[in-house]
């Protein structure tokens, strides 16, 4: 007995929902498989990876959003001890430590269970919400490799906000 249903039909890919996404926007993209994606999408402090899988067996479309910044073994404590202190600020999606790659990834799904079919809105909304966290924490993360800070100091330097100009 399964507790979900098998997949429905859908009026349409939600892989071919990003694609338009990305060509709307003059993206370099990737699609060598039908059920994934992968984007270049330029933030404010880096250049991020984008991978978008499309996960028929639990009807998710998930996100992956990853940074060129390679994270040394000597430092890697920090980075997971880091990445638990961001997780707690995170309302939406979150941040890993991938092994294979030893980078850090911005993770999250969107469920689409019984055949809902995505939206542009949706899809855009939480690219957004993973390039804008990605570009919010990134200093930390070059703060713990870089310069040698603790998880702690390096989470309250990127939660500085400054305001007005000089």
Not at 2 to 16: F, G
Not at 109 to 138: F, H, N, W
Request: aromatic residues 10%.
């Amino acid at each position: 007995m399964s507790l979900v249903p098998s997949e429905a039909r859908r009026a349409e890919h939600p892989v071919d929902v990003v694609e338009r996404i990305a060509s709307f926007h003059d993206w370099a993209f990737d699609r060598d498989d039908e059920d994934e994606i992968s984007i270049s999408v330029q933030g404010a402090c880096a250049d991020f990876h984008v991978a978008f899988p499309w996960l028929a067996d639990v009807e998710a479309l998930h996100i992956g959003c990853a940074f060129d910044l390679k994270v040394p073994e000597r430092r890697r404590a920090a980075i997971l001890s880091l990445i638990a202190l961001i997780n707690e600020h995170l309302w939406i999606g979150h941040f890993d430590l991938w092994n294979g790659e030893n980078v850090v990834m911005f993770r999250h799904a969107l469920l689409m269970s019984g055949g809902a079919d995505p939206d542009g809105r949706q899809c855009e909304a939480i690219l957004k919400a993973a390039v804008e966290t990605c570009d919010r924490y990134y200093q930390a993360f070059q703060f713990v490799i870089w310069a040698g800070k603790t998880a702690r100091e390096a989470l309250d330097s990127a939660m500085f906000e400054t305001e007005g100009e000089a």
